[in-house]
């Protein structure tokens, strides 16, 4: 679909059914990097086949990477450096608006033997990266900004970086902590990383993690205040490794069965799941929505949903989700603590509060909140996607009233979710609701 397309969905009269969600994009790139880096080959199954991993892929074939991809792109065979990246070509990486791409790429390659060019989409060049380039640059990477100051793009020197101390200021990204957590074996010696202000989106921490000691690298936790990986780790390839489904991609499914009437099991993930954006479910439980768990799915069902006033910043992504599943719940629904939706793909504050709006719903924008009270009826709107995959998902959830949708340039899923409407239509009855314009 070009990004002049736009995809009217009628309204539905109930969801059903059973979808199981395609490979986690935060653990798909994660692993994706630390199979590169790591010493023997590794097998890749359930990986996300979308624009962030596409990037991740091209630019690892471009340091040298071999690797081998199924024809649907959710196997690759990695095989392992074994050490840092090493190129005597200079390169230009482009990484779209890939931040699971940009922010660990550019830490492992400042600790590297290369000179790399990092750019990205217009929107990339608007996202934070200094407080990363800041914490690289105390342990004397060679980092320059090639257009403005704290933003993509940059080109690197890539050398051995020392170890000891280094702070991070967590307060705008977590990406910036796990880029240097994930890139910490490349340095020499012992790396204690301190963690300055209030870190955000602390579950994507827990995915670092647990990531890294599937690869050999252990890092000792000191109550996310700070973290010590001790000298002469290297990551080393489990054999195997395979992506859980994406917790987030999960959450539009999950909202669908909380507010169509009637049952929808997400496969893919489960309670066992290390990714934060589960705890989704449990805020649709707190809405009224009856939610079962397994290890295997989560499965919810509707119910008369209640407004609900939470700090939502442990799931950034996922929440969201509960800003347009509030058009279904009865009174307020404030969602608190996520100032950083500003510094993702778009202004997602802003951009949400609009097209919220647009649908008749009584909406207050605030510098890290948002509250949505819905109307009695909402309006037939055409919403805006800003380029931006999670806006065009969440606002499908409106073909649940009784109240088609147009959604502007569907196709911006394909950042993590190339056929979510495909997908969307399938829990719908009648399935023929959606007709492309
Ligand atoms: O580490 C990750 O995989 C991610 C961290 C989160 O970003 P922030 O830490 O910037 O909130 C999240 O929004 C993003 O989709 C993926
Ligand atoms: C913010 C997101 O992606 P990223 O930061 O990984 O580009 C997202 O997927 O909502």
Redesign the pocket.
């Known amino acids: 679909m070009s990004n002049t397309d736009s995809l009217t969905l009628q309204p539905v009269r109930a969801v059903s059914g059973t979808v199981n969600v395609p490979g986690s994009?935060?653990l798909s790139n994660r692993a994706l990097l630390l199979a590169a880096l790591a010493s023997g080959t590794t097998e890749l199954t359930n990986l996300l086949d979308s624009d962030d991993i596409r990037h991740m892929l091209t630019a690892l074939k471009q340091l040298g990477v071999n690797y081998s991809l199924s024809h649907d792109n959710t196997r690759c065979v990695v095989e392992g450096l074994g050490r840092a990246f090493q190129s005597d070509a200079a390169l230009t990486l482009f990484l779209g608006n890939a931040?699971?791409a940009m922010r660990p790429l550019c830490a492992a390659l400042a600790a590297s033997d290369v000179q790399v060019t990092l750019t990205g989409e217009p929107r990339m060049e608007e996202r934070p990266i200094g407080d990363l380039v800041n914490t690289l640059r105390q342990a004397g990477a060679d980092i320059t900004y090639d257009k403005n100051e704290g933003y993509p793009p940059l080109s690197i020197r890539g050398k051995q970086l020392r170890g000891g101390e280094v702070s991070v200021d967590g307060s705008?990204?977590?990406?910036f902590l796990?880029a240097v957590l994930m890139a910490a074996p490349l340095f020499a010696g012992e790396l204690k990383i301190n963690i300055e202000g209030e870190l955000?989106?602390k579950p994507?921490i827990d995915?670092?993690l647990d990531t890294m000691a599937k690869f050999g690298v252990v890092v000792e936790n000191l109550d996310y205040q700070s973290f010590v990986i001790p000298a002469g780790q290297r990551y080393r390839s489990p054999g195997r490794f395979m992506v859980e489904g994406d917790a987030?991609s999960a959450s539009y499914f999950l909202a669908a069965g909380a507010i169509g009437g009637g049952t929808v099991r997400v496969t893919g993930i489960g309670a066992t799941s290390i990714q934060g954006d589960i705890r989704f479910a449990d805020v649709l439980e707190q809405m009224g929505a009856t939610v079962s768990w397994s290890d295997e799915y989560i499965e919810v069902t509707g119910g008369p949903l209640q407004g609900v006033d939470l700090d939502l910043n442990h799931i950034?992504?996922a929440a969201m989700t509960i800003a347009t599943t509030a058009l279904f719940a009865n009174g307020k629904t404030a969602i608190r603590n996520i100032h950083?939706w500003r510094v993702?793909e778009t202004d997602r504050l802003h951009a949400m509060a609009t097209e919220l709006k647009k649908l008749g719903a009584e909406v207050e924008e605030g510098t890290d909140y948002i509250t949505v009270t819905p109307p009695d009826a909402l309006r037939h709107a055409a919403i805006d996607t800003y380029n931006d995959h999670r806006i065009a998902m969440c606002f499908s959830l409106v073909a649940l009233s009784d109240t088609p949708v147009t959604i502007n340039d569907p196709g911006c899923t394909a950042k993590t979710f190339p056929d979510y409407f495909e997908r969307f239509s399938g829990i719908c009855q009648p399935a023929d609701t959606l007709a492309a314009e």
């Open positions: 994009k935060s931040g699971t705008v990204s977590s990406q796990t955000v989106s994507y995915i670092t987030s950034p992504d950083n993702k």
